[in-house]
């Protein structure tokens, strides 16, 4: 049986094959930057996906973009586990606890705050998908597959919500689907809100 053939015919719009159909050979994987016209790759752990940013709408994460971040809040970093607020009529960004004072978990940020116009912070809010940019801190390998809720510690998850005390809010966020070097990833799976009593 004849090795099947793995080629497409291309017609370049640009270069020295301009105009002219040309044999070439489909990639069997990509180095991200280094190849050139390769655009809108990420990554999580290991693996290399396509970007959100060109799947279709209704397909991929959720975003709600260019979403206020309240002046008390404009240090929360890439990763952090935050709630929406409706401030007279206008959304803000808080980072999200489990208490003494609890703000439910609603999504996460992937990116720092940016300040534009000058005064005003913003980030986009990703209410579902992989958050893969939360900071390792003490996650390790083992971790893996571990149930994670939203901590005391604002804006931050923990897998042991035993010290919570009445008043406290325990709401799963997902599990740990990955710790590399200096990032954890937790397929965001929000739980209910419930509160201690």
């Known amino acids: 049986m004849a090795e099947e053939r ?3 015919v291309a017609l370049p719009l640009t270069g020295a ?10 990639r069997t994987s990509s180095t991200g930057a280094a190849d050139g016209e390769v655009v809108g790759l990420t990554t999580l752990g290991s693996v290399v996906a396509i970007s959100p940013t060109l799947l279709p709408p209704g397909v ?6 260019g979403v206020k971040v309240a002046a008390s809040e404009t240090g ?8 929406l607020i409706d401030n007279v009529g206008v959304a803000e960004v808080w980072r999200a606890i489990a208490g003494p004072t609890p703000r439910p978990v609603h999504g996460f940020i992937k990116e720092d705050p940016v300040e534009a116009p000058p005064g005003t912070w913003t980030v986009d809010v990703y209410t579902d998908g992989v958050n893969d940019q939360i900071p390792v801190g003490a996650w390790a390998a083992a971790d893996v597959g571990n149930r994670v809720f939203i901590s005391k510690m604002a804006e931050k998850m923990t897998d042991d919500v035993s010290a919570f005390v009445a008043g406290d809010l325990v709401q799963a966020l997902g599990y740990v689907l990955a710790v590399g070097a200096t990032e ?6 929000p739980g209910d809100e419930l509160y201690l009593e």
Do not use: E, Q
Request: positive net charge; proline residues 9%; without cysteine.
């Open 6 to 8: 793995k080629s497409f």
């Open 17 to 26: 094959d301009r105009g002219r159909r040309v044999r070439g050979v489909p």
């Open 60 to 65: 991929g994460p959720t975003i709600i973009p």
């Open 76 to 83: 929360m970093l890439a990763g952090a586990w935050v709630t």
């Open 184 to 189: 954890v990833s937790v397929d965001f799976m």
